[in-house]
């Protein structure tokens, strides 16, 4: 463990603000003691989940309170027959709800997008560390092969989710927004087409990439443990050199399994406290449109559920990197378990 030097992780770390201590992470797990850590992430989520639903009751209450508003200004036009009040009425009461919605939404946006940009930079700082790992148990062939398929699934990340899909879902929530204006419908179905483009990427890319890490389980693990098996039998020859070859390689199996499962946990964590507050957005949101939906203008509700819809689109993201590294990390450590 002395050879590992984890100093570039734990910056990360310290950077997103979280006080977990990953070599301690690395230490506990590789002797054994991993009770507690799923359990403490569950109790984390729970409980950041009720604090993000209590911290956005307020904005809840005045859209609903803005919905009954608009009601009320929609009785007493029809009552003064008078049409110019209640579509004066909405338009301004239009413009205060879309206020809250926006400017809530364009939090999580870049709550997403620092999230992302973090498990990136984790992930940078994980490798040299992992590939050393690798390199203990005679994993070299599987060591450049997952070195290339990580680099290329975290410059897909960046370059296409980033910098591309982020901002199509920002688009997305402004065509509903602006279409929600007007009785017509004029772009429903382009905001459709976003939405079921944005579905198909990530279950497209997930299986690709899951794809190619099972071929690449398939075949590297193989070459490197024909190559061992040289060593392995010269090692034979010499009691005590088959010894020392054993728990060299029992060794190494420890602490590759302890860094990778140290990382899934860590990669849990990052993403723990955006994706409360992506879920908690949603939630109220979609809560909110049911609940104005009996007396509230129908432009109104396809506003507000047009944005829970965009915070859905975030959401999926946001897992889909969480669970496309972690798989990654898990297969990587789980198929070169057995090379002898």
Known sequence: MDIFDFSDIEKVIDSSGYTVN???TVNRLASGDSQGFFGQLFNSFINELMGELIFNKEVVIRIILMAISLALINNLSMVFKNGQIAQTGFFAIYCMVIILVVSGFLVIS??????IKMLINFMIALIPSLMLAFGFIGAYTSQAGYCQLLLIMMAVVENIIIKFILPVINIYVVLMLVNSLVNEDYVSK????????VKWFTKTMLAVFTGLNIVQGMLSPSIDATKTKGFQKLAGLLKTGEIVNDVIYGTGNVIKNAIGTAAV?????????PLVKVLAYIAMYKFTA?????????????AVDSVAKGASMLYRILIFCGVLFALTIAIMCIVTNNMR
Do not use: H, M, N, W
């Open 290 to 302: 049911a609940i104005i939906q009996p007396v509230s203008d129908k432009r109104l509700i396809t």
């Open 22 to 24: 990953f070599t301690d």
């Open 110 to 115: 870049d709550v997403v997008a620092e999230t």
């Open 265 to 273: 946990v860590i990669l849990a964590v990052i993403i723990l406290v």
């Open 190 to 197: 382009f905001a459709g087409l976003i939405e079921s483009f």
